[in-house]
Nanobody, 123 residues
Framework: QLQASGGGLVQAGGSLRLSCVAS????????SAWFRQAPGKEREFVSV????????YYSDSVKGRFTISRDNAKNTVYLQLDSLKPVDTAVYYC??????????????????WGQGTLVTVSS
């Protein structure tokens, strides 16, 4: 089970850190990802980290502003959101899969999902 938290209201240019804690399993052999869904839009890929070798990918829209990381001891994956823009407003979801798929940008590649945490960026 995945539990996401850390969302909130922030002004443009501000920062937030999202957390996703896994319960009932260790993430050390897992691939963890973040997706987001803005109002009226489809869910989109944000970032992914492969716990076994540390491979990381970002979407072009967040590259250079967001940072994904992990803490093995805490069974937690983080998403640091910096230089936030109003277009980053969305519900952010964490997702997990036993392996890193070549189709990592698509939601169907993940078997476990968290409940989502809302990020609102005001202009």
């Amino acid at each position: 089970q995945l539990q996401a938290s850390g969302g909130g209201l922030v002004q443009a240019g501000g920062s937030l850190r999202l957390s996703c804690v896994a319960s009932g399993r260790t993430l050390s052999w897992y691939t963890s990802a973040w997706f987001r869904q803005a109002p009226g839009k489809e869910r989109e890929f944000v970032s992914v980290i492969n716990w076994s070798d540390g491979t990381i990918y970002y979407s072009d829209s967040v590259k250079g502003r967001f940072t994904i990381s992990r803490d093995n001891a805490k069974n937690t994956v983080y998403l640091q959101l910096d230089s936030l823009k109003p277009v980053d407003t969305a519900v952010y979801y964490c997702a997990g899969s036993p392996h890193l798929s070549v189709n990592y940008m698509f939601g169907y590649s993940y078997s476990h999902w968290g409940q989502g945490t809302l990020v609102t960026v005001s202009s």
